[in-house]
């Protein structure tokens, strides 16, 4: 069966705005075992829309059109689907009362540009839109049929996953399997990657995708009709080559992976941010449930609240720098500990370092970033030089990677300092809390 998606509207054409939508609802298909076969994004113009429409109706099984349902001048999607097919546009008599009965609720009157949300291509299907007031639609043309979804993501999601997979499901005789599994990695150039992994022979059915996404690159094994057993036997191929660069599993990212590890686990964190300047903390409370392992965060900015906040000795600020294992060390344990005697976390993560474009000097110039986690009774502390070619934001989103990283391999038991194929690490250390409790500032 052949799916495709039409995405409408200048905007999306233009690149105005980034069509999320169409990326979201090919992990949505994929997830349901089904694959999207081609995207064609036109531009709020009917002759386009109308030939768009017609030329695909002889090819497509399945096709989802996506924007031009609302009410102005420029949405255009059901009078081009009527033109295509040849036939009026008629006002749907439920549709309307739907409409009739959203006004009475919100005290407003209906205008005709209202009203045209209700006019749906002669003998089309309705298509409910329980979040919105433009309805969506199916109609059949030629070969394909054609499923129409406002723009709005909000109402398009719910639309698409209550109504639009369980149409493609029941449109389906002889679909092939299709499932997907997602290795998500840190510190592997696509490239290299590749270069790696299409040296070797792989099961039948099981093809190879790459999604690049700063800080990461996430690899698609994709299978297609195959046993669980060959599925199997190509992800541990692809683990065991990798090694150290995989870091989740079906995941989006490292944030998602330590959230659900912190939670199964039972384990608690607290976070020491100068660097980063919340990123740590800001990726982690965007789950629900974060507040049952999250103790505190705390950004430290400038040195002076290194040393108020986390006990940051001063002398170790002025002899080492800021940017030191040392100090990043005390603020991994003055964020763990209240008054540096009693633990209140199992792990904490801290950070620091010159992200440019300015700063810097010759033993720490821009690129050069510290970053601590403490497991038990141990501080574990690495410097990383980024190339002085990164951009202060890429630079914070791989030590924000990094720093969840090695929180992970903690987690799990593992060391905290992973080789990447292209991040530099010159130096290293670990700390006892002991000693970065002596170490601390003496009036504490």
């Known amino acids: 069966m052949k799916l495709e998606m039409i995405c409408t509207g200048e905007e999306v054409l233009a690149g ?81 009362e739907i409409l009739v009965l959203w006004a009475k609720e919100r005290h407003v009157e209906l205008n005709p540009k209202n009203l045209k949300q209700a006019l749906l291509p002669k003998g089309a299907i309705v298509v409910d839109n329980p979040v919105g007031t433009a309805c969506g639609f199916r109609v059949k043309l030629n070969r394909s049929w054609f499923f129409f979804t406002p723009g709005v993501p909000h109402e398009y999601k ?4 209550e109504q639009f997979i369980p149409f493609v499901k029941s449109q389906s005789n002889s679909q092939t399997k299709v499932e997907v599994t997602k290795l998500l990695s840190l510190g592997i150039g ?88 919340g990123e740590i903390c800001s990726q982690l409370v965007a ?72 700063g810097g000097s010759v033993e720490n110039p821009v690129g050069t970033v510290v970053i601590a986690v403490k497991t038990g009774e141990q501080v574990i502390c690495q410097k990383i030089k980024f190339s002085a070619k990164r951009n202060r934001n890429h630079i914070r989103d791989l030590t924000v990677a990094i720093a969840f990283d090695m929180l992970r391999r903690a987690i799990f038991g593992l060391s905290p300092l992973a080789d990447y194929s292209y991040i530099e690490r010159v130096e290293s250390a670990v700390y006892t809390m002991q000693e970065c409790r002596e170490n601390a500032n003496k009036h504490v």
């Open 16 to 96: 105005q705005i980034v069509d999320t939508n169409a990326a979201w609802l090919g992990n949505q298909l994929m997830d349901n075992g089904f694959e999207m076969h081609r995207r064609t994004t036109v531009g709020d113009r009917l002759a386009d829309l109308v030939e768009v429409f017609q030329e695909r109706s002889t090819f497509a099984d399945i096709i989802l059109v996506n924007g031009g349902l609302g009410p102005t001048a420029d949405d255009l999607s059901a009078q081009a689907m009527a033109d295509a097919m040849g036939v009026e546009l008629e006002e749907n008599a439920a549709w309307r």
């Open 158 to 161: 719910k639309m698409v996953l």
């Open 190 to 277: 696509e490239s290299d990657m590749a270069g790696r992994l299409e040296q070797l022979t792989w099961p039948e059915g099981i093809t190879l995708g790459y999604r690049s996404y700063m800080p990461y690159l996430e690899l698609k094994l994709i299978a297609r009709d195959v046993s669980k057993e060959e599925q199997d036997k190509a992800i541990l191929q692809a683990t065991t080559l990798l090694g150290d660069g995989i870091v989740a599993r079906n995941k989006g990212t490292l944030a998602a992976e330590i959230h659900d590890l912190l939670i199964q686990r039972e384990k608690t964190l607290t976070i020491a941010e100068s660097l980063t300047g």
């Open 287 to 358: 789950f629900s449930g974060s507040s049952h392992y999250l103790k505190h965060a705390i950004v430290t900015y400038c040195n002076e609240a290194k040393i108020g906040l986390l006990k940051v000795n001063e002398h170790t600020i002025s002899d080492q720098s800021e940017v030191s294992l040392a100090c990043v060390g005390q603020m991994a344990a003055g964020a763990a500990c209240a008054n540096l005697k009693t633990a209140v976390s199992d792990f904490s993560i801290a950070t620091s370092g010159i992200a440019g474009p300015n």
